[in-house]
């Protein structure tokens, strides 16, 4: 086991985020930059590894949105810095940036929190509604949810949280 800490990125929504504020987030899947995504992007430097795991948190928070439909239609995404023997191996495909974070993730753990910002509720919404059908393979639906990407998420301090969370709830 290592004390080196590894930026992870934690798909989440809005209830979520309350819930790490209050009892941290719980173990599960997380994305980071895996052997696999260095070798699937191997002209990629650090920073465009990162933003590739940091992107795919951020289209599972869609996932998450799906499956909870009380959820303000926004995604967020918890940038968390733990130490590497916190994370399981990644699940070894070329180019997944998958891995299992084996333990809870305190808020003192939290380099930064991003959400959407109000402009990007509709598309969104209409990306969640249409999640499914993407990952079984409809393109038009996979038109759907790509166009979310053209939202960036806004960027918060883990020290407005609070802030955050009476703005989007």
Known sequence: MTDDLVRAYVPATVPMLTRLRDEGLPAGAVHAVTPGLREWYAEGDEE????????????????????DPS???????????VPAGALGRPDGELGSSVV??????????????HVDGAEATADVTAAVAVVDRALAGDEDAQFTVDGV?????????????????????
Not at 48 to 65: I, S
Not at 71 to 81: L, W
Not at 101 to 109: F, Q
Not at 149 to 169: A, F, G, K, N, Q
């Open 48 to 67: 465009e590894l990162e933003y590739v795991a940091f992107t795919r948190a951020a289209q599972d928070a869609l996932r998450l949105l799906h499956d």
């Open 71 to 81: 959820a303000p239609r926004r995604r967020a995404v918890v940038s968390v810095d």
């Open 100 to 113: 299992h974070l084996s333990r809870p993730v305190p808020l003192e753990a939290v380099a930064a929190l």
């Open 149 to 169: 990407e053209d939202h960036e998420l806004e960027w918060y301090d883990p020290s407005e949280l609070d802030l955050l969370l009476r703005t989007v709830s």
